[in-house]
């Protein structure tokens, strides 16, 4: 069986953007699976739709192809790129949509740990390989410089699940475009300070703190001005605000039958401190 083809925008689903990608992947390749990650990227926010497909498309089969456009350089001198990872490919514009994907691959020891919205470059390590998609070959005709997606990513997608080398689309390159990723900052032996990094749609506060940063013993959180006493297991498990480890890893704060997002008026980037009781 051909590996799915995953598809990530912030088209919306209101019009016809989704639907034609799909049609140019079926017309080039009939027996393409084509599944949905999500349309609902905020609009022309790259680190939205990265940190969603960092944490989507390690779920996907081996060696499935995922293609991500979030594009508000489309028409631009910016570069598109296949990344060819172990077990996956990826198709997107080189804008920084794979930061995540690259820093989960350890492809560079020197990805920006502090928060900022300036793109960088970074060289990928040896063993991981992207290619400059220049080849108009494998193009849709004629390109519109407002719809790569549609005349750029989705016919490559589709010359990709139907065996073509991801080397045939154009020349390899070994630097790409990332963005800073959010890490936290110890601020003592015990007390660390993070910052959330997305908003889910339950409300839910995702934070750049794992599992693996958390100080050891009972933890006290806080947040917005607000103290949260110890780490739960499940949504349910409190009344009120609650910090759990979510399904991505990382520390949450929610509101039980509620948005914590609403309650506590929060934004991306607000601060989030743990600190071990003693």
Known sequence: MAPPITLLTDFGTEDAYVAVMKGVILTRDPKAIVIDITHAIEPQNIRHGAFILGSAYHYFPKNSIHVAVVDPGVGSERRGIILKAPGALFVAPDNGILTYVIDQLALNDELLPDTGIDATMIRLKRGIEA???????FWRTPVSPTFHGRDI???????????????????????????????PQLLGPHELLGHVMHIDHFGNLVTDIRSSDLPPGFTEVYVGGFRIDGISRHYMQEHGLLALIGSSGYLEIALCRGSAASHLGATVGDEVTVAAVS
């Open 131 to 137: 290619v400059s998609i220049t080849d108009p070959r």
């Open 153 to 183: 990513f989705a016919p490559v997608a589709a010359g990709l699940s139907l065996g073509v080398s991801p080397y045939e689309f154009g020349e390899k390159t070994d630097v790409l475009t990332v963005l800073p990723i959010s890490r």
